[in-house]
């Protein structure tokens, strides 16, 4: 995979932000690691291809910082432009294999649930787990298996099932996803319907 190409930058601030914008460059930070907190402008063009739509943290990047080399990261957070989306600024965090990171994880659910073949509506109520794990252990999502819940059933934390070697931070008795009953309609009373029909 093509790597992100960057270079240590000294200046701060909105000026700083704007004149590497103008210059082909995103502004980002890398934490983590040997280098610590370091300012960093990465090219614009690797970031606009590879970081459309949402960004997940479960995925480890190439990033080649110019006179210090490649580094593995993940991307902690990207912030958008509110109307156009243009990537604003990037925060990367480098991972030291063999030591412990923590990250979010989207849930995939698969299956669907007994109580929506009746006519209940599944509700998602989390979407990403934070888990702790080693560096060779990431997944990139947890499948959550919905098509046991039955009408006013809910799936918790505690109950994702998780490869070895990971853990969820979340409370355990979060829930996750449940399955809300249909709404009876209410029929009208004798006298209510009379009157309808009078009119």
Request: hydrophobic share 40%.
């Amino acid at each position: 995979m093509e790597a992100f190409q960057a270079v240590l930058r000294e200046g701060r601030g909105k000026g700083e932000a704007r004149k590497l914008r103008r210059q082909g460059y995103i502004p980002a930070i890398i934490y983590g690691g040997e280098l610590g907190n370091k300012p960093l402008a990465v090219l614009a063009k690797t970031i606009i291809r590879h970081l459309k739509g949402e960004v997940s943290e479960a995925k480890i990047w190439k990033l080649n910082i110019e006179g210090i080399g490649e580094k593995d990261v993940i991307i902690k957070d990207v912030q958008k432009h509110p109307v156009t989306g243009a990537v604003l600024h990037v925060d990367f965090y480098e991972i030291t294999y063999g030591q412990l990171i923590s990250l979010a994880v989207p849930i995939k659910i698969v299956g669907e649930a007994v109580g929506v073949k009746k006519g209940g509506t599944l509700e998602i109520l989390m979407d990403e787990v934070e888990i702790e794990c080693l560096p060779r252990n990431m997944v990139e999502e947890l499948e959550v298996d919905v098509s046991h819940l039955d009408l006013g059933d809910t799936l918790f934390v505690r109950d994702i099932k998780v490869p070895e070697g990971i853990k969820i931070t979340e409370d355990p008795d979060q829930p996750v996803v449940t399955v809300v009953a249909p709404e009876e309609e209410e029929t009208p009373e004798e006298g209510e319907e009379e009157v309808l029909t009078e009119e």
